[in-house]
Structure formats: structure tokens, C-alpha cells
């Protein structure tokens, strides 16, 4: 659990660095055991460590001496729902913000949308941050087996099967959206077809390095 925590920590320090997470507005999770690590709430990102990080149960109920981050319950139905996640990464950084206050879904305009689990990813409906509503329409964004989505008036999810992969979608998704909103100020993008998309999903689900059979 130790190794988790310094990981969820590292997770932040690694978005900070790279542009996508400042101040409070942000968290990080990973799944454990019998429920979840999350960062804490209110807790400048310069001062999250591996002992600030708050563990939950699967029912809400936070051990330790700092309270979880005001979106637990986001992350918590968001593990509840989908067996395949071991990660969630919530941001507002800018480009995929900016689309999502626009409360635009990003369409099929480049392939590496595929990246993120379907033809497009899509803007779910506003709800007050931290509420059960919230957690609702996050879910019905991500359905169909989604990594990502964006929340209106909000930012940004990435799910992964763990930390490293929810916080490299997270980059990618934000660099799709800033492509996004330059490609739309240049004109009018052309969108990828249907077809496309499910071969370009195929091609991702054996792309990377795989260790050789022994």
C-alpha cells in the first residue's frame, strides 16, 4: 500500500510537470484491494505526498487524518462500474477545458482519438462537482467501454488499467484538444469515418512493446 501511495503522488507531481494539473484542481486515484487511494481535498499539489494520500472503502468511508478529494465519488463509482480500470486521473488543463466550458465532444478528426476507446470522446452533461449527478453523467460518457471523456464546464477524466497508462492518456487527450481548437480556428477538420476508426481500435489493442513467448 506504501508503493501505491508514493505511485498516486508521483502521478501528480508527474502532471504538474508537465502542465496539467495545478493548485487544488485536480486529483489522482488508484484502485486497491478493498476500494481506493485518492489524493486528498484542498491540499495544494506542491504538498501532496505518499502520507497525505486518503484511503477509501468500497462504501465511501475514508481512513486517516485528511479528507478525500471532493470528486471520491466520481473515482469510486467509476472502479464500482468498470473491473478493466485500476486508475483514474481528473484534470482541468487547459485545452480540453476550454472545449469542455464550449461543451463540445471531440469528434473523429485525427485517429489517436481511438486512443481514448471510441469513435470520438465525448463532453458529458454538467452537474455540481463532487455530487452523485455528476458521478451519473461521467459514466454515461464513458459507456461502451470509453477511457476518456470530457465534463462540461469542467475538464477532464482519463481512466487506465493503471496510474502510468491513466496519466499518459490524460497528456494525449489534452494534446488532441489543443489540435482540436487549432484545427477548427484554421477551418473546418475532416472527420475519420466509422470504419476507420474501428480499424485504427484494432491496430491499438496489440500496439506497443509485447514480451516475446517463451
Not at 481511438?114 to 449527478?133: E, F, L, M, N, V
Not at 477524466?157 to 484545427?183: F, K, N, T
Request: charge should be positive.
Amino acid at each position: 500500500m506504501i508503493g501505491t501511495r508514493r505511485a498516486v503522488a508521483d502521478t501528480v507531481r508527474w502532471l504538474v510537470a508537465r502542465g496539467l494539473y495545478a493548485g487544488t484542481s485536480g486529483n489522482v486515484s488508484a484502485r486497491t484491494a478493498d476500494g481506493l487511494l485518492i489524493t486528498p481535498t484542498g491540499v495544494p499539489c506542491e504538498d501532496v505526498d505518499a502520507a497525505s494520500i486518503v484511503a477509501m472503502t468500497a462504501d465511501g468511508a475514508a481512513r486517516g487524518r485528511l479528507a478525500p478529494s471532493s470528486e471520491w465519488r466520481i473515482h469510486r463509482d467509476i472502479y464500482q462500474a468498470r473491473r478493466d480500470i485500476g486508475a483514474v486521473v481528473h484534470t482541468h488543463s487547459t485545452a480540453a477545458t476550454a472545449l469542455a466550458c464550449l461543451r463540445r465532444s471531440i469528434p473523429a478528426f485525427h485517429y489517436m482519438v481511438a486512443k481514448a476507446g471510441g469513435d470520438d470522446i465525448r463532453c458529458a452533461r454538467y452537474a455540481t462537482y463532487g455530487t452523485a449527478a455528476l458521478s451519473r453523467n461521467a459514466l454515461a460518457a464513458l459507456a461502451g467501454g470509453r477511457r476518456a471523456c470530457l465534463l462540461a464546464n469542467h475538464g477532464l477524466l482519463a481512466l487506465g488499467a493503471d496510474l502510468s497508462s491513466a496519466r499518459a492518456l490524460a497528456e494525449e487527450v489534452e494534446a488532441l484538444c489543443a489540435q482540436y481548437i487549432q484545427a477548427r480556428a484554421a477551418g473546418t477538420p475532416n472527420i475519420l469515418p466509422a470504419r476507420e476508426m474501428k480499424r485504427v481500435r484494432a491496430k491499438f489493442a496489440t500496439y506497443g512493446q509485447r514480451r516475446p513467448a517463451r
